[in-house]
């Protein structure tokens, strides 16, 4: 029932921004933590950033200073906005969430993944 819904991926230019978009829906009746992931070919996904039901962030050394994480809780939606894009950053995005629904307790979801490929 619960499902995450992932946007904004896509090719863009070295020093180029993106902003990605999750929207969360089913029957939630909480969220907690909300965080971006990420997969590059051959590699082991890793944590980009979170963001707690408080608004406290997070995020890897790699994009410290270059990414942001909000999320507006209205639409039960998390954001990551990137700039300066580095080649390096390209890979499949995920998103997470952990949430609860009326009759069930707190489970992580994750969304269908989103590709971004930072690329001249």
């Known amino acids: 029932q619960v499902q995450l819904v992932e946007s904004g991926g896509g090719l863009v230019q070295p020093g180029g921004s993106l902003r990605l978009s999750c929207a969360a829906s089913?029957?939630?009746?909480?969220?907690?933590?909300m965080a971006w992931y990420r997969q590059a070919p051959e590699k082991q996904r890793e944590l980009v950033a979170q963001?707690?039901?408080?608004?406290?962030?997070n995020y890897a050394d790699s994009v410290k200073g270059r990414f942001t994480i909000s999320r507006d809780n209205a639409k039960n939606t998390v954001y990551l906005q990137m700039t300066s894009l580095k080649p390096e950053d390209t890979a499949v995005y995920y998103c997470?969430?952990?949430?609860?629904?009326?009759?069930?307790?707190?489970?992580?979801?994750w969304g269908q993944g989103t590709q971004v490929t930072v690329s001249s």
């Open positions: 089913g029957s939630i009746l909480s969220i907690y933590d």
């Open positions: 997470n969430a952990r949430l609860r629904t009326l009759t069930v307790s707190a489970t992580r979801y």
């Open positions: 963001i707690t039901n408080g608004g406290s962030t």
